[in-house]
């Protein structure tokens, strides 16, 4: 006999994102709040980007992969915030399965290309910093083409991986996903075949984009502390510190955040904690990097200010 199981299961053709809250009071406050963090978001990885390609001081590896982790950091955040506000303004949560893939695709995408980017921005500070002679002829155009280009396509067939294998999956039954955008791991709790395969490339993902690029980037500064140690003088040493400080804040901001949703134990995660880490990462992360970097950054503040004082010249 034929099981007829398998016909009667059908797959979801929509989702409902069930939110940071489900109180109106409570949405009412977020959507302002979310408002405002993204509209700083936008701004400011847009003046950053706009301030490196306008002075020709800044054009430098260092601020060539700033200026591409800005532009990163302005497409997470508009990927998420954005379809979350529209949803709370006309008091709907449905999302649609193929939007809710297409969502999932590019949140992996420029997860992985942060990620990454991350990483080589800590190698160009151990190259700067440990060969200082030899900095202009290692970080040579090409090489930090490659190095910036790479994460893009190197991360663009791991999720369409992660989307064709998501979308062999049948999701039956409750379709109400505990999130504010489509997530991965909330994704696989609401399916009904087996994710053993999902979950084994979740695991190795995590550890070639996040675990790996960690483990370099603490490499990379162990090289660098030991290198500045040894600068005879005490205004050297602050200086080369003064350099790295700003890129270790974003590392604990991004890293300590992605580690505890995809490499710690599910025994120890809930929705809460993951949609907490969720806001850390694509949010307020992006929205404190532009802060981040200019504020300890003399050059970059001149750029900036060059930049305004340009526009409302021109305007007046």
Request: charged share 10%.
């Amino acid at each position: 006999m034929i099981p007829m199981e398998p016909r009667n299961r059908t797959s979801a053709l929509e989702f409902i994102l069930l939110g940071l809250s489900e109180t109106p009071e409570q949405e009412t406050l977020l959507f302002a709040l979310f408002l405002c963090m993204y509209v700083v978001t936008v701004l400011g990885n847009l003046l950053i980007i706009l301030a490196i390609s306008s002075d020709s001081h800044l054009h430098t590896p260092m601020y060539f992969f700033l200026a591409n982790l800005s532009l990163v950091d302005f497409c997470l955040a508009t990927n998420t915030v954005p379809k979350m506000l529209v949803n709370i303004q006309i008091r709907s949560k449905s999302i649609s399965y193929a939007c809710c893939l297409t969502q999932m695709y590019f949140f992996h995408f420029f997860g992985i290309v942060d990620s990454v980017l991350i990483a080589v921005m800590a190698y160009d500070r151990f190259v700067a910093i440990c060969h200082p002679l030899h900095y202009t002829a290692i970080m040579s155009p090409r090489l930090c083409g490659l190095l910036a280009g790479g994460p893009w396509v190197f991360s663009c067939f791991i999720s369409l991986t992660h989307i064709l294998l998501m979308a062999r999956l049948v999701f039956c039954g409750n379709n109400e996903l505990p999130h504010y955008f489509c997530d991965l791991t909330p994704l696989l709790r609401l399916s009904c075949t087996d994710t053993s395969v999902n979950k084994i490339f979740v695991l190795i993902v995590a550890g070639l984009v996040i675990a790996t690029p960690f483990i370099c980037i603490l490499a990379s500064y162990a090289r660098i502390i030991v290198a500045i140690m040894k600068v005879p003088s005490a205004g050297g040493r602050k200086k080369a510190f003064s350099t790295c400080s700003s890129h270790l804040s974003v590392v604990a901001l991004f890293y300590g955040t992605t580690i505890g949703v995809y490499l710690c134990p599910s025994s120890v995660r809930t929705a809460v904690k993951e949609k907490a880490s969720a806001v850390m990462y694509t949010t307020v992360t992006p929205m404190l990097n532009p802060f981040i970097y200019s504020l300890r950054n003399r050059d970059l503040k001149g750029a900036l200010r060059k930049l305004v004082n340009r526009k409302i010249t021109s305007s007046s």
